[in-house]
């Protein structure tokens, strides 16, 4: 098509190919300092009810750097046009930065190629797109789909869908009250050899990371097809997708410091080759007649319509700040986080934190005796500080562990130990006001 621009074959790996474009680019990281970074978030200098925010909510979304917020800034002030198919300069412009964003993400992880990387709007939507293009392609009437319990909403729903649109079965993975995953059981339900396994890399209720590696080689021992949720995972520890050999992997932008309305979905080039579109319309099609729709190669076949432009490069700044900053150390400081958190919250009397899993990352969820969660997180709010409470869209784990709704304080790069002491020192007020008040 006149005006098009189409990436290579394989993601660039030079330095200066790197450097183009998105975000600030790639350099060797800087030594860790929190409060270096911090200085890049301007949502953290303001103040709530007089206090200092604190903002222990970024399992549900992340903050944004500046980077990110000027890329979104001087992307439609400089370079805003719809991509693909203008025949002048600045859409040809736009599109090689959109299709550059595609290629950072497929290095961010670890993909063969850019044709691997479908943009959708975020996790959700990816895995109703897998759900509904693997449940067409061969989902048959008696076949089974295995989750796990401990599944978001977003990764239970769209397979239950896909289940009763073909009549196949659902068959879940149960959890042990550590909130790991009980393996055993699920190598006795891929020894039924279900077509699918959708599971989750890290667990947004209990912070529980699951050997995703381990996982894999069991199903594709029996020949499962596996779609990983890796929505929480992503930000928080090293994924490579073909050293986890995932048939899928999906994720949101705006869990990992990028803009909303933007995610993506990674499956192996064999298996997008095989399956059907999830929409029609514009860009995913390569011939339309009324008699005949022939369809486009991926990843466009599963980018019906105009796609979200200017946050794929707002993603792409994200990805790049992120490795900016250096992967490995901001796992490293999140841990020594996360440990602090956990330890001092069972310090606490009265508080019953859920699980103790192997390895946790990032999230932790807990109950006080006697005071319901929405209670504790308004106390927590008038000290300045961001948690979610409710059930997480996880509504199997809260009836696992027997409560309607935990308090769920979660980690980024930019929190630091202060943070936790002060969380710590307020929720012990909070459950004081309320156990005064009940007395």
């Known amino acids: 098509m006149v005006g098009e621009v189409r990436p290579g074959t394989e993601a660039p790996n030079t330095h200066s190919e790197r450097n183009k474009g998105v975000g600030n680019g790639l350099s060797t990281p800087s030594p860790f300092s929190v409060y270096a970074i911090r200085a890049q978030f301007p949502v953290l200098h303001r103040a709530m009810h007089g206090k200092p925010l604190i903002y222990l909510d970024n399992a549900a ?27 002048y300069a600045l859409s040809e412009e736009a599109t090689a930065r959109y299709e550059e964003a595609r290629q950072i993400v497929a290095r961010f992880l670890g993909a063969r190629s850019w044709r691997e990387i479908v943009f959708v709007r975020g996790a959700t939507e990816g895995i109703n797109l897998l759900a509904f293009s693997l449940g067409e ?41 550590d909130g790991d995953l009980d393996l055993d059981q699920l190598e006795t339900l891929l020894a039924q050899k279900p077509k699918i396994l959708a599971v989750t890399h890290v667990s947004n209720s209990l912070g529980t990371v699951n050997p995703i590696r381990q996982i894999v080689e069991i199903a594709h021992a029996y020949g499962v097809v596996v779609v990983v949720d890796g929505a929480q995972a992503v930000a928080h520890v090293p994924v490579n997708v073909q050293e986890l050999d995932c048939d899928f992997y999906v994720f949101s932008g705006h869990k990992i410091y990028g803009p909303t309305g933007i995610g993506v979905v990674y499956g192996k080039e064999e298996w997008l080759d095989r399956l059907p579109p999830y929409q029609g319309g514009g860009e995913m099609i390569r011939e339309v007649t009324f008699e005949k729709t022939t369809y486009n190669d991926i990843p466009y076949r599963f980018e019906a319509g105009t796609p979200n432009i200017v946050d794929a490069v707002g993603l792409g700044a994200a990805l790049q700040f992120v490795e900016l900053t250096g992967r490995e150390q901001i796992f490293r400081h999140e841990d020594q986080l996360i440990k602090e958190l956990e330890k001092g ?49 996880t509504q199997p784990v809260m009836r696992f562990y027997g409560v309607p709704a935990t308090v769920r304080p979660s980690l980024a790069m ?26």
């Not at 009397?349 to 946790?360: E, H, I, N, S």
Request: aromatic residues 8%.
């Open 414 to 439: 930019y929190n630091t130990r202060e943070e936790i002491e002060r969380f710590l020192a307020a929720l012990e007020e909070v459950i004081a006001f309320f156990r005064r008040g009940s007395a």
């Open 137 to 177: 392609y061969f989902l048959r009437e008696g076949d089974t789909v295995v989750v796990t319990e401990m599944e978001h909403h977003s990764n239970l729903v769209p397979w239950q869908m896909a289940c009763a649109r073909k009549g196949a079965h659902l068959r879940v993975v149960p959890l042990r009250e």
């Open 345 to 393: 919250l069972r310090a606490i009397q009265g508080v019953r934190v859920l699980g103790a899993p192997q390895k946790r990352v990032a999230a932790i969820s807990f109950v006080v005796e006697g005071v319901h969660a929405h209670d504790i997180g308004t106390g927590l709010d008038l000290h300045g500080i961001c948690v979610r409470t409710g059930h997480h869209c």
């Open 61 to 87: 979304s992340t903050q944004k750097p500046q980077v990110v917020i000027d890329t979104l800034v001087r992307f439609y002030s400089t370079t805003y046009s719809n991509v693909h198919r203008g025949a």
